[in-house]
């Protein structure tokens, strides 16, 4: 499926603000003046899209994370010079847009703690009519598809506890996350297939 990017002249002028909420927290691979914690208010957190590259393979997909309808999610919000706009605009749609399963938004977005201040920030939104929608699982099938699945980016597990330590480090908790990562410390460690 094509990728659908936001056209240039519908992003907001000035500084380019990103919505990071799975990987891109702890590791968002560009350049960027500051971050903050912050809040994305109609759409939360899941384990819903189905890994062919980062985190399995087409043979054994692991599962990522997407922003999916309701709720809320807490991330961090990182602020881009406008000088880096393009460069963060091509390495994103490259690193999240593989095979298009994510929608590239505009969301306001909640910077937390004294400023509140409401930004408008670009976030990566699950394509439900894409094939790689996995939609709602329970933590026992998405335990199915992280415990023994690696990609080109590593672990599927890797990928979720370092969500998981991320969030915590922030104060935050995601028990659908927590609840996996206490059933994935008690697999056997994944071993790369040779």
């Given at each position: 499926?094509?990728?659908?990017?936001?056209?240039?002249?519908?992003?907001?002028?000035?500084?380019?603000?990103?919505?990071?909420?799975?990987?891109?927290?702890?590791?968002?691979?560009f350049?960027y003046?500051?971050?903050?914690?912050?809040?994305?208010?109609?759409?939360?957190?899941?384990?819903?899209?189905?890994?062919?590259?980062?985190r399995?393979?087409?043979e054994?997909?692991?599962?990522?994370?997407g922003?999916?309808?309701?709720?809320?999610?807490?991330?961090?919000?990182?602020?881009v010079?406008?000088?880096?706009?393009?460069?963060?605009?091509?390495?994103?749609?490259?690193?999240e847009?593989?095979?298009?399963?994510?929608?590239?938004?505009?969301?306001s977005?909640?910077?937390?703690?004294?400023?509140?201040?409401?930004?408008?920030?670009?976030?990566?939104?699950?394509?439900?009519?894409?094939p790689?929608?996995?939609?709602?699982?329970t933590?026992?099938?998405?335990l199915?598809?992280?415990?023994?699945?690696?990609?080109?980016?590593?672990?599927?597990?890797?990928?979720?506890?370092?969500?998981?330590?991320?969030?915590?480090?922030?104060?935050?908790?995601?028990?659908?996350l927590?609840?996996?990562?206490?059933?994935?410390q008690?697999?056997?460690?994944?071993?790369?297939?040779?």
């Amino acid at each position: 499926m094509a990728m659908r990017p936001i056209p240039d002249e519908d992003l907001p002028r000035g500084d380019l603000w990103v919505f990071g909420y799975g990987s891109l927290m702890w590791r968002p691979g560009f350049e960027y003046m500051a971050e903050f914690p912050a809040r994305l208010i109609g759409e939360h957190r899941a384990l819903c899209v189905f890994s062919h590259h980062h985190r399995g393979t087409a043979e054994r997909p692991g599962l990522v994370l997407g922003l999916d309808r309701g709720g809320t999610c807490q991330g961090t919000v990182f602020r881009v010079a406008e000088s880096l706009r393009k460069a963060t605009l091509d390495y994103l749609r490259e690193r999240e847009q593989i095979t298009g399963v994510y929608r590239e938004v505009l969301r306001s977005v909640w910077i937390e703690g004294d400023a509140r201040e409401r930004v408008q920030a670009l976030a990566f939104v699950v394509d439900r009519s894409h094939p790689q929608y996995a939609g709602a699982l329970t933590v026992e099938q998405q335990l199915h598809y992280v415990a023994h699945s690696h990609g080109a980016s590593g672990a599927n597990r890797d990928y979720v506890i370092s969500t998981v330590k991320t969030l915590e480090a922030r104060g935050c908790r995601d028990e659908q996350l927590h609840r996996l990562v206490a059933l994935l410390q008690n697999e056997v460690p994944l071993q790369k297939a040779e």
